[in-house]
């Protein structure tokens, strides 16, 4: 499947491992990560070649051709919001996962649409079963 994969970049960047461990087994298991550079440790600096409106055209292009979306919701990120809010409008399923000790915004946690589920993982096994199951589902 294609995945849009969000994940903070400017709302912080202390979860990366947990975004090359999502990405990472996507990969593994045949997925394309359109938005791969999330998981990418130089993304500050890539992105710094590219103006703002670059970054935002390129990202809504990728959310275009996504089949899914996974999003790591534990930081406070404006753009993940935006981009789960949009993955929203176009219809397409959607996974929040987040960890225990983390302030998830009830825009998250209180969503009921039915393309919205939101799942909560202790450590890297527990959220590989998580991702199991979602990508099973289709
Ligand atoms: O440089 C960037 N590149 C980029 O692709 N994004 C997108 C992808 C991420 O899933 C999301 C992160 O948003 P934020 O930077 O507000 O934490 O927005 C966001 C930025 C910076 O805001």
Redesign the pocket.
């Known amino acids: 499947m294609k995945v849009f994969l969000?994940?903070?970049?400017?709302?912080g960047r202390q979860l990366l491992p947990v975004y090359q461990f999502i990405c990472g087994y996507l990969r593994r298991n045949g997925h394309e990560v359109l938005?791969w550079?999330?998981a990418h440790d130089g993304?500050?600096m890539t992105?710094s070649l590219m103006s703002e409106s670059q970054?935002y055209e390129r990202?809504m292009g990728f959310l275009k051709t996504s089949e899914c979306m996974i999003a790591e919701v534990s930081?406070a990120?404006?753009?993940?919001g935006y981009?789960v809010c949009s993955a929203i409008n176009k219809g397409i399923p959607i996974l929040c996962v987040h960890r225990p000790d983390t302030n998830v915004s009830a825009m998250i946690l209180g969503n009921t649409n039915g393309n919205v589920t939101v799942k909560e993982y202790s450590d890297n096994e527990d959220l590989e079963g998580i991702l199991r199951e979602f990508l099973a589902s289709f």
């Open positions: 969000s994940g903070s970049i400017r709302g938005s550079h999330v993304v500050e992105e970054i990202d930081m990120s404006t753009g993940v981009e």
